[in-house]
């Protein structure tokens, strides 16, 4: 089992940054793909961006891309998300996620273990 506990959440104003982490206990993360998902009231849960275990590609939704970056510490057991130049329309619960698998990163069901997410909020 994985417990993936996330934080950094918070209420920034347009065009500044926040650092989300999620830190994992029970297994080590280094053989995880990571990713990283966000969520609205009454929308689906949306792809943000996965790091995978091996070669650490990284992967993005084209919404962020540009602005947001993942990386992990293995040392720590914790992977981040950097998010630079947020905007009102990044304003979500974002959750982290992990699984065994290097393929459908951007996919819901390919994940195992899902963290219970914290909330970021950008005003305009």
């Known amino acids: 089992q994985v417990q993936l506990v996330e934080s950094g959440g918070g209420l920034v104003q347009a065009g500044e940054s926040l650092r989300l982490s999620c830190a994992a206990s029970g297994r080590t993360l280094s053989r995880y793909t990571m990713g990283w998902f966000r969520q609205t009231p009454g929308k689906e849960r949306e792809f943000v961006a996965a790091i995978a275990w091996i070669g650490i590609s990284t992967y993005y939704a084209d919404s962020v891309k540009g602005r947001f970056t993942i990386s992990r510490d293995n040392a720590k057991n914790t992977v981040y998300l950097q998010m630079n130049s947020l905007q009102p329309e990044d304003t979500a619960v974002y959750y982290c996620?992990?699984?065994?698998?290097?393929?459908?990163?951007?996919?819901?069901?390919?994940?195992?273990?899902w963290g219970q997410g914290t909330q970021v909020t950008v005003s305009s």
């Open positions: 996620a992990a699984t065994r698998r290097l393929d459908g990163m951007s996919a819901l069901g390919t994940y195992d273990y």
